[in-house]
């Protein structure tokens, strides 16, 4: 079952995973280049390891785009959205706190973390079921 586009589709899931692979890279050469030496060593570790995350998590995100075109179900395309929350959520809070040096953003890391725990489990589901 192949779909061009539109929500929980393969192609938006992988473009998803695209740029978020795209962007973590980035972000782990930022910190690496720009960010080592300028920010205390708990928000550099803070920031690469939303980095990480991020890297991993794009790769789950090809990887549901892959499972969606062999068979559209909902537990893969909720594996899908949760990876991209926990993007959202996980990195883009690590990020924040490591530049703006805010501890309130580490009140938001944990919604991501449970994002991408669910969307592993739905993955599973969702490949279990295929």
């Known amino acids: ?5 539109g929500a929980g589709t393969p ?17 782990g050469a930022f910190a690496t ?4 030496g300028g920010i205390a060593p ?6 690469e ?8 998590h794009a790769l789950a995100l090809v990887m549901v785009s892959l499972a ?7 537990s893969l395309r909720a594996a899908g959205w949760l990876f991209t929350a926990g993007q959202v959520f996980f990195g883009g809070s690590l990020y924040a706190l490591a530049l ?9 890391t944990p919604v991501g973390g449970l994002c991408y725990m669910a969307g592993w489990i739905a993955l599973g589901f969702g490949l ?3």
């Open 128 to 130: 279990a079921r295929r």
């Open 49 to 56: 390891t939303g980095a990480r995350y991020q890297i991993f």
């Open 42 to 47: 708990e928000f550099l570790q803070a920031f």
């Open 100 to 108: 703006s040096g805010s501890r309130i953003w580490g009140a938001v």
């Open 33 to 36: 280049h720009a960010l080592r």
């Open 11 to 27: 192609a938006l899931f992988g473009a998803v995973g695209a740029v978020t692979g795209l962007m973590g890279v980035a972000a």
């Open 68 to 74: 969606l075109e062999r068979a559209s179900t909902a």
């Open 1 to 5: 079952m192949r779909q061009s586009g």
